[in-house]
């Protein structure tokens, strides 16, 4: 535990807990960054080291497990590129339930 209540996270960063307040306006920052289709600040929330988890990820960047934030940032983009080219069609999108693979 590092000093004033704050404890070392995974390699050694300090991580604070967050209050209700901080994790609304987190998320709400989240949400706004990706409706925008900003990509960018949608990854400053991500360390270089992150890892993430998508079954979709396999069809749009070949791989579900990500290693890493470039290899998010691949991933959605491609998703983005993906939604631009359903999102005037009636079609389910690619790699979701009924969507083309």
């Known amino acids: 535990m590092a000093q004033g209540g704050q404890s070392l996270g995974r390699q050694g960063r300090v ?11 987190f998320a709400e920052n989240w949400v706004a960054a990706w409706n925008r289709r900003d990509v ?7 360390s270089e080291e992150a890892q993430f988890v998508s079954p979709v990820a396999r069809n749009l960047v070949g791989r579900s497990v990500l290693g890493n934030k470039k290899e998010l940032s691949e991933y959605w983009q491609a998703a983005l590129a993906a939604s631009r080219r359903w999102s005037s069609s009636s079609t389910t999108p690619p790699g979701t339930r009924g969507g083309a693979n």
């Open 15 to 25: 991580s604070m807990p967050m209050t209700y307040e901080s994790m609304m306006t």
């Open 40 to 46: 960018d600040a949608v990854l400053a929330h991500f």
